[in-house]
Structures are given as structure tokens and as C-alpha cells.
């Protein structure tokens, strides 16, 4: 329901971060269907709207300096709602890693992935409140 | 530390599922609410399949021992309703996690205890829990609105709450917005209910919405516009659903930007024609229709692929709901078949078809117009197929027109013949034959031409295509039954249109159905209405076939069902009950039932009577059906005797149990015939039936499969036992060996399946010779008692086509051995796994196999 699947993808084409809900895929059919996308968004020029349909589904996305954040959901989710959500996202990243780049997720690939689980379960918005996701983490980072 | 091993855990858990199923018992237990946030993060986080396929069978099944494992849900719910213990990370995952269940199968909910649940949830104060709650709410709502009018209020308040910013924690506004994601969850949860009645809560409702709608500015903080429009689109969409149903005037507002839409449609960013289409979709109605079909074929042509075949679909279900008429329907969709090929499955063709067939002023212009197409010169395949279709049913009707001539359309369809696929073939073959039928006066060319294809076709490869090409030329051999067997078809009863159902394709395990498509569902349209005549020659066409497919049956059959045909229209009462007009006893003579077994294995055989023109006769003309006679002819009558009232099996057999004649030619009787072995022998009992129908005498003797092997009931002795026997018996006439040859080689096992199939069981531990095969079996019959039957039968390996076979039994007149001589030497005319052997046609009384009627009445007449 609602969030199919997020992705995070640089310039070059590279992912830098994928999650996938309730699509059931294999690594070859995602690796195809990232680069689909990733090629039609790329083409994107900034006038353009940030949905596009793809397939039977909707691609919300938002580009921050050199990424590419990618948000597939289904045809009838609200899709300034996700473009919002996306951009709480990289707030919640931008507050814990102070002023976030890509190479702060690459290099803690882990907590961009805690950050969305604690948001996103099972494609539903759970969590919008950013104290509330990053407690668990601030914990983590405490007790190691 | 701690919380990392905790999620490492998780991630290990997670990979072994049989292993996460069995720790969730344990957790529920527990009370540490880390332990419990664990078990019930599993579920949803499951579904997030990281690796593919592994993972997606191993996902599977923790749904499937899930959803069953009760105590586990009764947790969940627990969890998700009590507010103060847990802590409200714990809630929201159950929520989560129950919505996921629901997901997967709704029965797991139930409906109506939930809903007061379920508004107290709604009171949750904590907005996190009240995000995934509002999932949840969301989820359950979309299947089943009614049980839930009481949480309607609770989710108006949540927006008011929301909309004036009380008591909402910092942390959750978003640039100024509260929570801009659950005022968007709740609106579209709001969106499943019908009108509220409720003065209060909608003057709340409409306060709510009018808020937004005039507060949104476009603001410079471009988050927050985002934001803001997000809710304001939701309320948008709440607020025409809403007037939708008050008014009906939006379908007129929407028609006057008709022109706008269209223009949209060629727009070169493709959401944006997405769009168009699915509005104009969605705004069709009997007015407009025509305009917006027609634009829409004009844009097939330019339309880029991708759009194609969404836009055929569409064209198509759209024209055949809002057609003014249907030669423009007929119209409509060749034209789309012409254009857009490719992209036009062959349900829409069907469709076509099946209006057409009903109806009949519609045909011969359907015929004409197909006839145009197939001038042109590329044609598309599913044109040919129509086409050719069409004009076969109805190119009779064309006859008078110019350039019509049967002979002309055949020279047309036939240019066409070596450019389509094999699918094709088939058609254009069977329009040839009709095209043959319909040939009156007869033009030997024509004829000369068809049937020459016909015979180029018989050797084809293709199966389809061989069978019908032999099949045709047959029937144009068999003069009048071609007439009847290629008429036209009859109406077609009234479906669903596949089309529809394909177009509203939902996906497994996804959203909910959004209320627009539910409302749209609601909604009433024209449908052309297919008419529903059921077919007036309704059983012929069945019974006829069946005669074509049995090419064996005597020329007799025939002429009986074809007086049928002029007799089944009556259908009157039956004045008398025939079995009184049944002659005297000595007639009927020797009925059914000639062996039965004695004691305990009772074999009741079955005999299904598969002669579908009796019934048909017995229903249609019951003045003028004859006496029935059903005797048994034998050769040795002696042997064989009745054992039941013959007027009694015979009633059972034409009446039913009210004592009503059956009426329905379609249903087969079937007669339960018991056997009972009076005295070993090897002759076989035939069943003679016989009927009179009008002044015709049908005779039909069927052989029963009541052989001797039906009355052994195969028995492991033990060795001791065997051998005492073995000894005892000594030499001939009870103990009988002998060597067989041209033996089909067979394996041990083989034989062994034989003979466990013949109902000898194979005891296997008492002769130690591994090339030696020990069965026994008892005999039962009337005359003797059970017979105690031993066989050993030794094969030589390195010789396979001759073994010794050697039979020991009580009674010298059992005559087993000849029939396993039988089984054993017949092989090599069949596989060996078969069990009952092939007619030969030396033997006589050699039992025939029962598979397929036609050979039973062939060996038989």
C-alpha cells in the first residue's frame, strides 16, 4: 500500500540506497527496473513535473545537489504528500548527520536505512516526527 | 551496543523464518517491550523482500502460519488497544502489523467487533500512533464502510484538532503545517463514507475543508506549499466526491472543458496524456460518447506505443458501453483493429462477434463492412480473422449484392490465405467450408477450389488445422448433415464483458481500492444490451455433433436422430407410462444382472447406458416411442440368468423417482447393475438393448465387462502355507503348467503391476529365485466356494519372450489360466501397462475393451 519502493540514486546511475515494499522482485528485475527509471528521471529537465507514471505505478522524485531521490508509490497516493515526505527524509538525515551529502550515506549506509525503517513499514508513513526517529538512533551512537 | 545486536538480531531472525514464527509464542509472553518490538516488527518488516526469491517463498509461509496462529493476533490486538502500558513504538508497529494481516487475508479482522476498537484508537493522543493507525482505519474502511459510522466523528475531530494546530507537539508540524500526512490519510479515509447525516459533524467537516480551501496560499517556502497543496488536493478530491453525489451538475461542468481535455490529450509530457485519458474515461456518458471514441481513434494513430494499448482498450470498452447504435459500434472497433493491430487483444473481437450474432439486422452490414476491409492491402491479422469470420456466418446475406458473389469474397479471403499465421488457417478453413455450405445452386469450380484446399490442409503439420481440413471434406461427402452442422450460430447468452474485467485488473496485495474507482463502479451505464434468446435449436446441435464424432455408428442412428429433429419440438405429456406398452415377459426375457459375487467383495458394475438419442427420443415423442426390450444373449444361457425384476430395473432406468418420464435429452441415466458369478467360465454376458422409435427398431448389444478377473480378491498366504498347497495340488486338470513364447519381454516389476492390477496379489518373499514371480488369489462364485488360486510364474533373463507359468487351484474348471495366458501373450500388441488386452480377432469371446464407445459398438455391429 502506498509506498512501493525508495531509492537513491546519483547522477552517474549509481544507487546509493534502495528499499523495496511488497514488490516482489528478484536482483536482476531490480537492477533493470532502476536503471529504467533512473534514465527517465535523469532526462528530466527541472521544469518538468516531479511524477511520472511508470508502468502501473506513479515515481515521485526530488533531486538534492547530486542525488536523485526516488519514491515509487501506487496510482492513488497523494503525490505532493510524498514529495513532502521525501523531503522530511533528507531533514531527518540533514539533522543527524549535520549538513548531509552523499557520502555521508555512503558511508552509513546503515543508519539512512534505520532512519527509513523507523518512517516508512511495510510502504505505510509511520513516523513524522523527527525526534522520534532519530531517538533510537542517538541511543545506538551513545551506547557504542 | 545493545540496540545494534538487537537489530543485527532482527536481521538474522528475519532470515530464518521458520525460527522467527516459533520465537514470536515465546515473546508474547514476555514483557520486555524491546523483545516484543522485535517479534512484531518481523511481520512488517518481512515484507520488505531483500532477497528476491528465497525470501518470497520463505515470506509466504510466515503469512500462511501467521494468519491461523490465533494467540498471536489476540496479542497484536490487545497491544494495539490498551493505551497505557505499552510503549507507543509497540502500538504502531502492531498496527502495522495487523494491517499487513488484513492485507493478506480479511477474514483475519473481524469486521464489526473492531469498530469500537477502533474508535478509541481514533482517540489516540500520541500522532505517531495515530499515523499508522490511520492506515490501518483506512485499509479496513475501504472494504466495509457501514460497521464503521461511528469512528466518522473521531476522524473529523482529528482533522479539526489538526486543522487549528491544538495540541499537536512541535516535533510533528512540518514547516508550520501539522502533521500534513495524517490530515491527508484521514481525508481519504473520509472519502469512503457517503454522505454524512449528521448535522454536526458535517458542518464540522465542511468548516474544516472550507478552512483549507481558503487558506492555502501559494507560499514562498516551497515545503510548505508542497505541503499545503497536498492537503488541499485530498480535500479537493473529498469535496467533489461529496458534490458528486448532492449534484449531478459536475458531469456538466467537466463536459463544458471536454474541448480542453482533448487538446491536453496532445500534449507532449505524457502524465499529463495520462491524464487526459482517464478523465475522458471517466467522464464519458451516451452524449459525448461519439466524439470521444472518434477523437480517440484519431490519436491511436499518433500515439506513442507505450499508450497504445491502454488507449485500444479503453476505446473499445467505451464504445461498446455508450453506442448510439451498433452499426457504429461494429464500425468503431474495426476501424481500431485496423489501426492498432497489434495492440487489440482478441477478447475485443469476440465481443464483436457475439453482438453481431445477436443481432441480426446487424449482420449484413457487419458483412459488408468486413468485405471493405479486406480489399485493402496490408491487412492486418485479427482484420483476416474477423473478417473472415464474419463473412462466413453471413455472406449469404451479401448474395445480391454486386461484387459479392460467394465465388468473388472467396477469392478475397482466399489472397489472403498464405499471409496469416496458423491460428488463422483455422479460421479461414472453417469459413471456406461454410462459404461450401451456403453454395446454392452448386458451382463445381467453387467447390473444386475449397476442396482442394481442403486436401492440401489434410497433411498439414498443424493439428487444428489437419482435423478440421479432414473433417470438412467429410461432411461435404455427407450432403445434408453439412447444412445442419455449420448453421449458423445461435445467440449468444449475455456475459460480462471480458473486456471490463480486464480493464479493471486489480493487483494482489496492493492498496485498497480507492474510492473513486468504487464510486465509479457504482455508477450505471448504457450497456448495449446483448439480447438473450436461448438458442431455439438448442439440444440439435449437441446431439449431432456427437453423431459426427462417432463415424463408426450404423447408418440406422442416423436416420432416428434426424427424425428427432422434426419430433423435438413436441414436448408433450406423456399419456401413458410406456412400460406399459411392454410386451410380454418371455420378450424381456433375461434383463440384467447375470453375475453377482458372492460374500464379502461385492463388485456392483456399474453400466452407464451412453446412448444420448434414447433419451432423446424417450422425451420427445412419447406417443409414438416404442416398446422397449432389454434381453441378455448369450451363448451359453444356461450360465447367464437374470437375478432382478426386469420391469422394475427398467422403470428405474426410464423414469425418475417421482415417477415422471425424463424430460431432459441432455442427462445420462446411469444403471447400476449387479453381477453375480454363478459358475466359473470363460463366456461373457452381453447386454441386448433394444427400442423401438416410431416404426424403427434400434438394437444395440453391449458386451458387459463382467470377467472373470472382477471376482478374484487377491490374498498373501505365507510360505508354509503356500508350499502345503503347492504340494497338495499335483498335477493336471488342478494344477496346470506351461510354457509361453512370444512373450513381449517384461520386466518382474512389470509383471507384477500386471497381476496386482488383475487383482492377484504378488506375495514376494516365498520362492527365492529372483526370477520367479509368486502370486495368489481367491476365487468367489455362486457354485463352489472360494477357491484358493496359486501361480508361480518363472522367467528365464536371458531369454525375456518365453516364461513358464504355472496355476494350482481347487477346481479344475477354473480356467485362470487361460485368461493370464491371455494377458501375458496378448502384450506385444499394446504397452504393457495396460490392463485389459486389445480385441483379437480369433478368439471369440475374448472381452473387448470398454474405453471409447465407438469401438464397442463397432466390435459389435
Redesign the interface.
Known sequence: ??I?FVLLVNKQGQTRLA?????????DE?RALEGEIVRKCLARTDQ??S???HR?YKIVYRRYASLFFLVGV????????I???I??FVETMDRHFGNVCELDIMFHLEKAH?ML?EMV????????????ILM?IQ??DK?? | MKKAGVFIAFLAVASSVALAVASLDPCASSSSSKVVQLSLSLPPGLGSSREGDVRLGSRKGVEDKFAPRFDGLRFIEMLVTVSSSCRPLVRKKAALCLLRLYRKNPDVVNIDGWSDRMSQLLDERDLGVLTSVMSLFVAIVSNNVEAYWNCLPKCVKILERLGRNQDVPQEYTYHGIPSPWIQVKTMRALQYFPTIEDPNTRRALFEVLQRILMGTDVVKNVNKNNAVHAILFEALALENMTRMLLVSDVQDIIKSHQAQIIISLKDPDISIRRRALDLLYGMCDVTNAKDIVEELLQYLNTADFAMREELALKAAILAEKFAPDLSWYVDVILQLIDKAGDFVSDDIWYRVVQFVTNNEDLQPYAAAKAREYLEKPALHETMVKVSAYLLGEYSHLLARRTGCTLKEIFIIINEKLPTVTTSTVAILLSTYAKILMHNHPPDPELQEQIWSIFRKYESCIDVEIQQRAVEYIALCNKGAALVDVLAEMPKFPERQSALLKKAEVAEVDTAEQSAIRIRSQQQTSNALVVTDQRPTEGSLPVSQLGLVRMPSEASTQDQTSFQDEGMTKENGVITEVVPQDVPPADLLGDLLGSLAINGSPATAVPVEQRNQNLLSVVEATPEAAGPFTLTIVDNQPNSIQPIVNIAERFNELCLKDSGVLYEDPHIQVQCPLEFVNLRASRDVAVLDFSYKFGTAMVNVKLRLPAVINKFLQPISVTAEEFFDQWKSLSGPPLKLQEVLRGVKPLSLPEIANLFTSLHLAVNPGIDTNPNNLIACTTFYSESTRATLCLIRVETDPSDRTQLRITIASGDPTLTLKERIKEYLVNIPTQTPSAVVAPLQPQSPVTPVAYNDPGAMLAGLL
Not at chain 1, 528499499?19 to 536482483?27: D, G, S
Open positions: 500500500m502506498g512501493r528499499q523495496y515494499y511488497a514488490e516482489h522482485l528478484t536482483l531490480r518538468q513535473c511524477f511520472v507514471e502501473n501506487d496510482n492513488d497516493e497523494n503525490e505532493l504528500a514529495l513532502e515526505f523531503h522530511l534505520f525503517e513499514m511495510n510502504g505505510c508513513i509511520v513516523e513524522t516526527s523527527k525526534s522520534n533510537p541511543l545506538m551506547a557504542s
